[in-house]
């Protein structure tokens, strides 16, 4: 088989940025990725952004999603050449659960208290509603761990999510078909880690591992999150 084209899934909160250290790190070991917007409007719309992304791509895909991303690329991983899927500090979702459902039974995170909700204009309809991490909780809350420097960048360049995407249910988990990796980032503050920890023995993961990691782990350990996937290319490529 050939080897595997890398896309990397970024999540709520976030933009393509938050994958910089690892994309450096995988292009860095003569990988081919690629780190596509994901626009945070609806979990199905997103879903089939990320599928349309990985079917125009010629040959065999590795979707790495992290946190809001897991449930995207739980969607669209259904692609018929996607090879693999590696859930970073991610939601992973049953078919027809929600994000809201699976976070609902767990204690909250320090997350909760620190979201801001903006309404945003929706052509010919009622306004919608944005959820972003107020400003000055970012840097403890989803940044912990990293450059306070690069923290206040990320801060302040959110991409926020609709609020209606917690409540939106999966079409399709892919996971039941598609060989799966995961990342539990233990000293999480974003995502409750047993909220991770669940969601990827429930699916039957091929591997996980725990790192003693804040919610952007690709900011704190961008080596190991790249051996995660370079390990789910390998497996997938001699599978």
Known sequence: MPVPTIVLVHGAFADAASWAPVTRELLDRGHTVIVPPVYNRSLAEDGASIRAVAEHIDGPVVLA????????????????????????????????????????????????ANLVYTPYPVTGGEDGTDVSVTIEAFPPVFAKGVDPRTAEVLAVS??????????????????????????????????????????????????????????????????????VIETAVRETTTD
């Open 65 to 112: 999603g992290h946190s809001y991303g897991g449930a995207v690329i739980t969607v669209a991983g259904a692609a018929e050449n996607v090879v693999g899927l590696v859930f970073v500090s991610g939601y992973v979702l049953e078919e027809g659960e929600s994000l809201g459902q699976l976070q609902g039974g767990f204690p909250d995170s320090d997350l909760a």
């Open 158 to 227: 959110q991409r926020p999510l609709t609020g209606a995407a917690f409540g939106e249910p999966a079409s399709v988990a892919a996971w039941k078909t598609t060989p799966g990796w995961g990342i539990v980032s233990s000293s999480d503050h974003t995502i409750n880690p047993d909220v991770e920890r669940f969601g990827y023995e429930r699916a039957g993961l091929r591997d996980v591992i725990e790192l003693d990691a804040p919610h952007l782990v690709m900011h704190t350990h961008p080596a190991e999150v790249a051996d």
